[in-house]
Structures are given as structure tokens and as C-alpha cells.
DNA sequence: ATTAGCACTCCAAAGAAGTGAGTGCTAACA
DNA sequence: TGTTAGCACTCACTTCTTTGGAGTGCTAAT
């Protein structure tokens, strides 16, 4: 044997169920009552017992009831939950026609979901690679100060206040940004390497000094792995008492006001391909103080390659169901609300 | 008696200065050792008692030793601590020189101040009211969008993606540009009143309307009242163990994390205009879920009375000297960095 | 194959007892 | 009169024990 049969497979869900709703391991005598195949708890002990030797689930101590192990979870998210519909996109809508700046739709959008799910949330920017260059412009400020605009496709803004030594007329400039322009247009951040950069100076001629300057911070600003995370929802976690315990607490808390580390789930989510969600339970999370967690994340894109990431972080007993639900509304209308201009 | 004689002060200070350190109620036998002026435990008992029939001092219960009370704390904070020389200013240089956008030195100065100070805390974005428009312009993003970008006084840089219903051509978008700047550039935004529309409007001419959008969309930009607010070790407070509670633990992170309610602090000590330090001590506090810990608070300025906040939160047995110590550099050092061009 | 019954395990909550830091008071002392 | 020593008392904390109950595994009966 290996292989679940359906009543193991019942016993297991129903098992999981229960956890996730009480969080308290979970009794044969429980699981007798709870399913409709009436079973004495008897027999649920027998199936219980081959359930933990298979590793579905473990025993936190000799007489206690059973609580799901990372496997068993695992096997709940693959196979058990794909058979619900989903829930509603409350006001989520609402939520995002009425802010502007991505920025502060992004921050809206995780407390929102840490409101609506009761979990910690964290959401990123797109990230740019891919994205290309739409718009670019420099002014002078004052008489020594340049400023770089940057417009790239989503209408992503980036600003470089650039310091200069040198005197820059304004006839000068206006050529500059003619070929800045005509250079950069269109072009995303991994083709502006190296060869694009000295051809443009070359082109420059006698300002290619100045050229040299402004391309440094333009490329500066522009591939500044600007990859913010916002989090929201932290002290939820305080709700759910397996997480409670100080250190715990204190550790998770850290890494998501510290953001730092959060890019590496994002990353890696990232590079995946198919549906676009992505669970880690437990120790599967490359972030070692979420062991005691389980983290969902999902991708939502701008069209042109650009990615972004939000993610939810719980307990490993969380509502997988709901969350994936939630996530999976959230992507698709993130995708379309900014598809068209803001 | 009301008065507090010279024997009084000093064995108060004592009780204060003990306290901080250990963060225990503090007994007699301990003091009697502290204190330079010698005396036995019992005559300690007998001021202690004293000490606390004025409301300086506080027994946690009928057998412990004495803990200040919030009176205990204000008395040390107003009389006790001004006498003492401050301290090292340590990399605080370092990351404001190397870091650039406003945004960023903000972060990491509230970072900074987190991780010298282990506790809490805040930092505010210098808040606009009186702040000069520098520079202003517009440019076609693509045939249907205009970017303002608004550059205010210290740099302050703010964008605005305004969709344009209307053709505009570059001959046209040039003039605009002329007329905004020569009537904009130097104006706070008190001054940019129905008056100056009216009157830019009319010398648009024929682009009136179009002016009526931009203006309206400039206007939106710069009066948003951002007053972006940054936190930082926010986990700190579970070094305190007073403070390690879960309710209250995760009351102030939540305060923390949702800035909201931070505004209040700030808001009432920028009108302040005295040393430009504020202490709260617990109930002090206009923040209810911070009536078991201290607020710090100090004011930096950009020179054209734009005034930003600097805050740390801990517990009440925080070490003044030194966080006043801190803040006052910090403040001094921010005033002088942002006055020059970044 | 299922179930009832029973002995056993072990956590968690509730008590019990000891410890020690601290107090208040009284009486003695300088 | 201010200071101190001494003593009885209080009260949080820690440690140990007790107890109750939820849960298990096994065996024998259905």
C-alpha cells in the first residue's frame, strides 16, 4: 500500500477540516460524529493509525489527537479543495477605481485582503524586467540640479534628481532628450546594455561627458531592483494561537516589516509558469522563520512581462480554499484594472 | 509639604534610574546601596512612602517594590535629565550622504534610529504647508496622457499622469510650460488660490480648458496632504517585557502598522514650536493603545517652514537622556542635510 | 471488517507548599 | 528628633503534586 482509498481519503479531509476550523488537534471520537459514512471512533482509530504511518498526519504527543503533517496538507491543497466555487469580490472593485497611483492601489489592496481574510498580506510593485521605456526627459531643476523622468509602459514614473557640475544649455538639453527619445523608446532594461550605452555617447559628440552622467543615473533609476513590498496585517497573526508565542510572533513580524526577505518567495514565484499560484507549507518556504506557517502566492501581470506578486501568510492551517479563492479574484482583476491607463 | 527636599530628588532619582535599567520594581535595600548620601533601608522605606503620597512613586502590589508613576517619569524628564553631555553621532553621516530620494533617507533613518535605540520608531515626510513649488512641467507621455512632474522646494518630487481628452500639440504644451513655471515657481500652496487659477486660466487663452484640467490635477498632486508616515522596529517593543503582552503587543504594532492613527502624535507637536521635543508618557499620549509606553517626539524643519517628525516609541522606563540625545542630532542633521541640494 | 470495552498515556488546569524580596511598624539609639 | 535594627506579614513566583479528561492501542466479541 501507498495508495489512499477513499475512505482513508475521506477520514483525512474530514480530519484537516476539523483542524483548520478549530485549530485543536483533532480525536477519533470527532471524526466518528462528523463524517456521514457512520463509523465507530474505533475504526477511525484503526484508518488514523494508517494515515500517520503513511506521514499524512502526526501526533504532537502519545495521547493527543492528530494534527495535519506538511505532506498531509500538501495532499489536502492538491487534491481536496479544487471543488468549490468562489467567493465574493466584495469591494474590491470599489477599492481600486477610486485610488491612483499604483503605489497606493497596491497598499490598498493588501489591507483589504488582510482585512477580508484575517491573515497577513504582502503585495510588490511589478517588477520592471521586461518592461520597457516609454517616456524619458530630463529639466533642469536650478542651475545645477537636472531632473530624469522616467516613464516606463504601465505608467510606472521614476524620478532621478541628477547633480551638475557642468553649465547645460537649454538648447543642449532639448537636443539630449530628442535622443535620449529616439535611443531609448521602446527599449527594455536588458537591452540597454552596454553597446546602446556608448552609442548613444559616441551620437552625443561633445556632450557625450554629460550623456555619460545622466545615462549612469537614468540606468541607476531605472534598474534599481525597485521591488517594493507592502504588507499589511501583521497582528493577525496574533490570532491564531499556535503563532502567538513570542518569539514566533516576533520573528514573523520582523520579517514582514523588514520586507527583505519576503523578495525571495516573490522571486520564486515569479519564475513559475502555470496557474500562477504557488503554496509553501511549512519548511517548503524559503524563509526559515515561516516554518511554522504557510504562505500562498500568487502572480498578477501588466500585459507586457511585467509581474507582480501578492501573497498571504497564515497558519498552516489556513483556509486554503478561501485564500486561493480570494487570490485568484484579486490577480485577475488586478490584471485588467491595470491594463488600461490609469 | 508638597515639596520635594534635596534628599527626596535624589533618592527619586535613584528609584527612576534603577527602574530603567532593570525594568523591575525597585525596594528600599537596593536603594539604600544605590545612593551616594548613606542611609539604612528602613529610612529609604520611610521617603519611599512619602515619595508615594505625593504620586511619584507606585507599589504594583502591596508587597513589591516601587515603580515611578507617570508623575514619577514627567518629574524626571523635566527636572532630573538635563544634565549630561550627548551622545556619538554614529553612522547617521554616513547613510544620509549615501542615500538619495528623500523617501529612502527617510527610511533608513527610521531604520537607523530603530536599531541604536531598540525601540520603535516613526518618522514623517516633511509636511507641505508653506513648501515652495520649484519647478514645474508637462510633457506628452503618449498621444492621450500628459505627465506633470512637480518638483516643490527640497526636492520634493511629485508626479501626475493626467489623460487628455483633447489634441494638444508641442508648440502649445511648450507655452504652457512657460506660462506655468513663470506663474507657479515660487509660490506655497496657501498662495496658489482661486485667484492665480482664474487669472492663469485667462492668460491660456483659447487653452483655458485644457490649463482648468492640468491646474486641477496639480493642484490634487501637490495639496494631497501626504503625510507619509515610516516605521520602523516595530518588534523591539518585545524586548520589553512589560510590554511582551499579547493584547498590548499586538495593539501598538497595529498602530504601527496602520500609520493612521500616528498622524495625531505628529500633528499636535509640529504646532509646538518651543525646543522642538515633545515627551508623552503613557496616558499623556493622544493615542489610546499607548498608554502603557512613552512617545518621544522631535521636530525637523527644510528651512521654508516645512516641518517634519521624528518619533520613538517605548516603554515607559525608556532611557530619555539618551533618546532625547539622539533626536536632537538627528534633527539637527536632517535640518542641515536637506537645506542643501541633495 | 467493525465495534465495544478497558487499561494506559499524557497534557493541562488546579492546588499546595516553599521561597524571597519587599513592606510597615515599633522600639531602641545617637 | 531623625535614623536604624528587628520582626511579622504580604504577595508574586516557582516548583511539585494532584486530578480530570481526552485520546490512544489493543483485545475480544459481534
Redesign the pocket.
Known amino acids: 500500500m501507498e495508495e489512499l482509498d477513499e475512505?482513508k481519503i475521506k477520514i483525512l479531509d474530514a480530519i484537516i477540516r476539523t483542524y483548520l476550523e478549530t485549530g485543536?488537534?483533532?480525536?477519533?471520537?470527532?471524526?466518528?460524529k462528523y463524517t456521514d459514512l457512520?463509523?465507530?471512533?474505533?475504526?477511525?482509530?484503526?484508518?488514523?493509525?494508517d494515515l500517520?504511518e503513511l506521514g499524512y498526519i502526526v501526533?504532537?504527543?502519545?495521547?493527543?489527537?492528530?494534527i495535519p503533517s506538511d505532506k498531509g496538507y500538501r495532499f489536502y491543497v492538491d487534491h481536496l479543495l479544487l471543488r468549490k466555487d468562489k467567493e465574493i469580490s466584495d469591494m474590491k472593485e470599489f477599492v481600486i477605481e477610486h485610488t491612483e497611483k499604483m503605489e497606493q492601489v497596491l497598499k490598498q489592496v493588501a489591507k483589504m485582503l488582510a482585512q477580508t481574510t484575517n491573515y497577513a498580506t504582502m503585495i510588490t510593485t511589478p517588477k520592471s524586467t521586461g518592461g520597457k521605456v516609454k517616456f524619458v526627459q530630463l529639466s533642469m531643476v536650478d542651475e545645477e540640479q537636472l531632473l530624469a523622468v522616467i516613464v516606463m509602459e504601465g505608467n510606472l514614473v521614476k524620478n532621478k534628481i541628477i547633480p551638475l557640475t557642468q553649465e547645460l544649455d537649454n538648447e543642449t538639453l532639448l537636443k539630449l532628450n530628442i535622443l535620449l527619445n529616439s535611443t531609448l523608446n521602446g527599449l527594455s532594461i536588458p537591452e540597454i546594455n552596454l553597446g546602446t550605452i556608448s552609442k548613444l555617447k559616441e551620437q552625443a559628440g561633445e556632450y557625450s561627458d554629460i550623456v555619460g552622467i545622466v545615462l549612469d543615473g537614468v540606468a541607476e533609476t531605472i534598474s534599481r531592483e525597485e521591488l517594493e513590498i507592502y504588507t499589511s496585517g501583521a497582528t493577525n497573526i496574533f490570532k491564531y494561537p499556535e503563532l502567538r508565542d513570542t518569539k514566533k510572533a516576533s520573528e514573523l513580524i520582523y520579517a514582514l516589516e523588514e520586507k527583505q526577505q519576503l523578495a525571495s518567495l516573490v522571486t520564486e514565484s515569479l519564475q513559475n509558469e502555470d496557474t500562477g499560484i504557488q503554496v509553501y507549507i511549512g519548511d517548503e518556504s524559503p524563509i526559515q522563520t515561516m516554518k511554522d506557517c504557510s504562505v500562498v502566492t500568487a502572480t498578477y501581470e501588466l500585459g507586457d512581462g511585467m509581474k507582480g506578486s501578492v501573497g498571504i501568510i497564515g497558519p498552516k492551517r489556513m483556509d486554503y480554499e478561501k485564500v486561493m479563492g480570494h487570490l485568484k479574484d484579486l490577480t485577475s482583476q488586478l490584471d485588467s484594472i491595470f491594463k488600461k491607463p490609469t
Not at 488537534?25 to 471524526?31: A, F, K, L, Y
Not at 463509523?39 to 493509525?49: K, Q
Open positions: 475512505r485543536e488537534p483533532v480525536g477519533s471520537r470527532t471524526i466518528s457512520n463509523l465507530s471512533s474505533a475504526t477511525i482509530r484503526n484508518e488514523m493509525s500517520e501526533q504532537p504527543h502519545t495521547s493527543a489527537g492528530r
